[in-house]
């Protein structure tokens, strides 16, 4: 699999960066002060269920694409009330200052580092552009040879035309591309459009039941580089 592969794409949130790990300090520091009863592991978990869900809704209604960090909002907003929380401006925007800081897993930069050898290295992301290039330049502090928002498409992965796009302006065929996703639908959207795909199993969560299954499971990417070359 991996010698047939020219470019990777790269999933960004929740794969190169670490967002529970980078954005539990700030909502634990909040509930502490102002909902002590609630766990900030579980006020993350819904978060992120309902972003997903804000990004699906976007997609589908079709009605403008809203953008990644609108999504996060909304999904904040709802959490709020799902916790019984009033989602006044200033805990909204609390919680919404921690995005810009978010920090990539440790291992990650090492294994890009042996992995830029073979292969073109694409970050492949739903966020915003000005934001991708805030994060990677700042945050990730990594080259890579090219940062694609999904936002050029008007879509949310795993839009199938987020990926065509993709390999369109690599100039690559679909199967010259090969997707890296902590997230499980991302990987299967990429099959499903004729990508290759490994998975980072970095939450222990299974793939769904589907033909478009994932080539290869990896743990983090020191397995994903030591797999590929």
């Given at each position: 699999?991996?010698p ?5 794409t ?9 967002l ?6 700030a ?7 102002e ?12 978060w992120r ?32 009330r ?34 830029r ?23 990730v ?14 879509a ?10 993709a ?10 591309c090969?997707?890296v996703s ?12 004729g990508f ?25 990417f ?8």
């Amino acid at each position: 699999m991996g010698p047939t592969a020219s470019a990777l794409t790269f999933d960004l949130f929740g794969t190169i960066l670490d967002l529970g790990g980078s954005l539990k300090p700030a909502i634990t520091e909040l509930l502490a002060r102002e909902a002590p009863t609630r766990s900030p592991e579980a006020f993350w978990d819904q978060w992120r269920t309902r972003q997903r869900l804000e990004q699906y809704q976007d997609t589908i209604m079709m009605v403008g694409h809203a953008g990644y960090l609108e999504t996060v909002r909304r999904a904040l907003h709802y959490v709020f009330r799902l916790n019984e929380m009033e989602p006044t401006e200033g805990r909204i925007q609390e919680l919404m200052a921690a995005w810009p800081g978010l920090l990539p897993f440790p291992e990650v930069v090492p294994a890009l580092e042996r992995l830029r050898k073979r292969y073109r290295l694409v970050v492949l992301s739903n966020g915003d552009p000005h934001f991708l290039d805030h994060l990677v330049e700042k945050q990730v502090e990594f080259t890579f040879d090219d940062v694609i928002s999904a936002t050029g498409n008007g879509a949310f992965k795993p839009h199938p035309g987020v990926y065509r796009r993709a390999a369109h302006l690599l100039g690559l065929e679909v199967n010259e591309c090969l997707m890296v996703s902590a997230n499980a639908f991302d990987c299967v959207g990429a099959r499903a459009c004729g990508f290759q795909a490994v998975y980072v199993d970095r939450y222990k969560m299974p793939v769904e039941d589907t033909p478009f299954q994932p080539a290869l499971t990896v743990e983090d990417f020191t397995q994903l580089a030591d797999a590929l070359l």
